[in-house]
T-cell receptor, first 112, second 111 residues
Framework: EAQVTQNPRYLITVTGKKLTVTCSQN?????MSWYRQDPGLGLRQIYY???????DKGDVPEGYKVSRKEKRNFPLILESPSPNQTSLYFC???????????FGQGTRLTVV | QKEVEQNSGPLSVPEGAIASLNCTYS??????FFWYRQYSGKSPELIMS????GDKEDGRFTAQLNKASQYVSLLIRDSQPSDSATYLC???????????FGKGTRLHILP
């Protein structure tokens, strides 16, 4: 089954404790991205990757890091999480930039 | 002008009626348009894509595109309570191929 898999689905952590949210797709897509979704603000892109070893900032990259060492994986790293990063996060993949996006199940992160 | 605009709603429609969701965009050269459905707390799910002016039908859903007016809409016929969700319009920007999402319209189907 074609899918985008995120883990964990839910996470509660404390300020400053490094965390990683994993994302994996099995569709051989070139383009992957991370979004956060907050009430009233919609989906905002954090980082994106057009291919292996190619990543770039989206609209709200501050406080986040990503890597793309393999085509299928695109982890999101929060080196020092803060409460304003409490949000619902989605990973998405596309055949290429500008085409239909397929979303993971989402990760609800709470930073206390 | 925001790049992709949608009325946030909620839009309340009686069961069995036609729900009409609208979206306007600012990049005149945009070529690809998408509608996603998102249930509360769940991930967005693609329901329609449209690339040419006119109508595109898929079951109870019809997407309508008017590039001259920079307007794309989604019609849902015979609305069901299960159609209650937030509908996101997404547009590929011509200038850099990025996809920009609107903030979504909340649709509530009244039983």
């Amino acid at each position: 089954e074609a899918q985008v898999t995120q883990n964990p689905r839910y996470l509660i952590t404390v300020t400053g404790k490094k965390l990683t949210v994993t994302c994996s797709q099995n569709m051989n897509h070139e383009y992957m991205s991370w979004y956060r979704q907050d009430p009233g603000l919609g989906l905002r892109q954090i980082y994106y990757s057009m291919n292996v070893e190619v990543t770039d900032k989206g609209d709200v990259p501050e406080g986040y890091k990503v890597s793309r060492k393999e085509k299928r994986n695109f982890p999101l790293i929060l080196e020092s999480p803060s409460p304003n990063q409490t949000s619902l996060y989605f990973c998405a993949s596309s055949h290429r930039e500008g085409t239909e996006a397929f979303f993971g199940q989402g990760t609800r992160l709470t930073v206390v | 002008q925001k790049e992709v605009e949608q009325n946030s709603g909620p839009l309340s429609v009686p069961e069995g009626a036609i729900a009409s969701l609208n979206c306007t965009y600012s990049d005149r050269g945009s070529q690809s348009f998408f509608w996603y459905r998102q249930y509360s707390g769940k991930s967005p799910e693609l329901i329609m894509s449209i690339y040419s002016n006119g109508d595109k039908e898929d079951g109870r859903f019809t997407a309508q595109l008017n590039k001259a007016s920079q307007y794309v809409s989604l019609l849902i016929r015979d609305s069901q309570p299960s159609d209650s969700a937030t509908y996101l319009c997404a547009v590929e920007l011509n200038r850099d191929d990025k996809i920009i999402f609107g903030k979504g319209t909340r649709l509530h189907i009244l039983p």
